[in-house]
T-cell receptor
Framework: DQQVKQNSPSLSVQEGRISILNCDYTNSMFDYFLWYKKYPAEGPTFLIS?????DKNEDGRFTVFLNKSAKHLSLHIVPSQPGDSAVYFCAAAFSGTYKYIFGTGTRLKVLA | GAVVSQHPSWVICKSGTSVKIECRSL??????MFWYRQFPKQSLMLMATSNEGSKATYEQGVEKDKFLINHASLTLSTLTVTSAHPEDSSFYICSAETEDTQYFGPGTRLTVL
């Protein structure tokens, strides 16, 4: 059973617009969430994280929103750039363990 | 930022041979490293957790005698795929734990002929 779900396998966005990537989880005990970005043939790189005590975390063009009641988090990229084209994985964890449960990824394509 | 390297980045081997993949944390010490396998169109699957100086903890369904993990130092963990078969062909990724997150290596593409 998939504990972390990214229901959109792909997403296309025009350059300069907002990209919104979504992630749902089933275990309400998860208290730490992360987003990773992965280019082909490379390992995923850490992008941004959020603790369950927050509902928003911002880092430059990237903002992660957490809705605990809905067990949902999203990653917003504004403005989107062609270099953002990659696969984005969300991950959930129990803080202190760092054993991450990954979603299946969403492939973002930013069109120039 | 923290850097994790993997060697080799790409390896082709014959069926029945063994392949060793190294994972190194270059500028920090990692008491815990993780090994993942990526399947096409799927996410990373955690294979095992490697702790320095102790036996690795394998996830359910992962054969510990086939995927040998050694974590001999605070900066190096190795994964040896023994008696490799074509179905072992995959992208293997390691990560190293720091105080606040994990840093992933670039991955190793294994192709078993």
């Amino acid at each position: 059973d998939q504990q972390v779900k990214q229901n959109s396998p792909s997403l296309s966005v025009q350059e300069g617009r907002i990209s919104i990537l979504n992630c749902d989880y089933t275990n309400s005990m998860f208290d730490y969430f992360l987003w990773y970005k992965k280019y082909p043939a490379e390992g995923p790189t850490f992008l941004i994280s959020i603790s369950s005590i927050k509902d928003k975390n911002e880092d430059g063009r990237f903002t992660v929103f957490l809705n605990k009641s809905a067990k949902h988090l999203s990653l917003h990229i504004v403005p989107s750039q062609p270099g953002d084209s990659a696969v984005y994985f969300c991950a959930a964890a129990f803080s202190g363990t760092y054993k991450y449960i990954f979603g299946t990824g969403t492939r973002l394509k930013v069109l120039a | 930022g923290a850097v994790v390297s993997q060697h080799p980045s790409w390896v082709i081997c014959k069926s029945g041979t063994s392949v060793k993949i190294e994972c190194r944390s270059l500028d920090f010490q990692a008491t815990t490293m993780f090994w993942y396998r990526q399947f096409p169109k799927q996410s990373l699957m955690l294979m095992a957790t490697s702790n320095e100086g102790s036996k690795a903890t394998y996830e359910q369904g992962v054969e510990k005698d086939k995927f040998l993990i050694n974590h001999a130092s605070l900066t190096l963990s190795t994964l040896t795929v023994t008696s490799a078969h074509p179905e072992d062909s995959s992208f293997y990724i390691c990560s190293a734990e720091t105080e606040d997150t994990q840093y992933f290596g670039p991955g190793t593409r294994l192709t078993v002929l």
